[in-house]
């Protein structure tokens, strides 16, 4: 009986150690960017860069301010839809409001289109 036990208990600590050593092992490993953070990051400078800035990178009008209310993925997380507010401080009181699809091709995220709410 006594030597049952030490060979279940023998085989309980290699069992233990293989499953820390895969934990290890397996956290040294970089994984790819599987993350929405990236996307999200990219998103919001395409946003910023579209609603912002003209094409020489000059303020469309100063003090301009583009905030993003919403932005929620397609399950595939190929396609974004972006909810954004813009206003400026100095009229408080006027403001535009746009719906914005984006598709991710080549992970490039671009627009595909803009509905004014």
């Not at 820390?20 to 929405?36: H, M, N, R, Y």
């Not at 990051?41 to 020489?56: D, E, L, S």
Request: with cysteine; aromatic share 8%; proline share 3%.
């Amino acid at each position: 009986m006594k030597v049952k036990h030490k060979i279940l208990t023998g085989i309980g600590i290699l069992a233990a150690i293989a499953i820390v050593a895969v934990v290890l092992i397996s956290g040294c490993f970089e994984k790819p960017s599987t993350t929405k953070d990236d996307d999200v990051t990219v998103i919001k400078q395409t946003i910023y860069n579209n609603y912002k800035y003209n094409a020489y990178q000059e303020e469309i009008e100063s003090g301009r301010e583009v905030k993003i209310e919403n932005l929620i993925f397609s399950e595939n997380k190929s396609v974004a839809t972006v909810n954004i507010s813009i206003t400026n401080p100095k009229y408080p009181k006027t403001g535009e409001g746009y719906e914005i699809i984006l598709i991710k091709t080549n992970d490039t995220w671009t627009i595909q289109s803009e509905n004014q709410t």
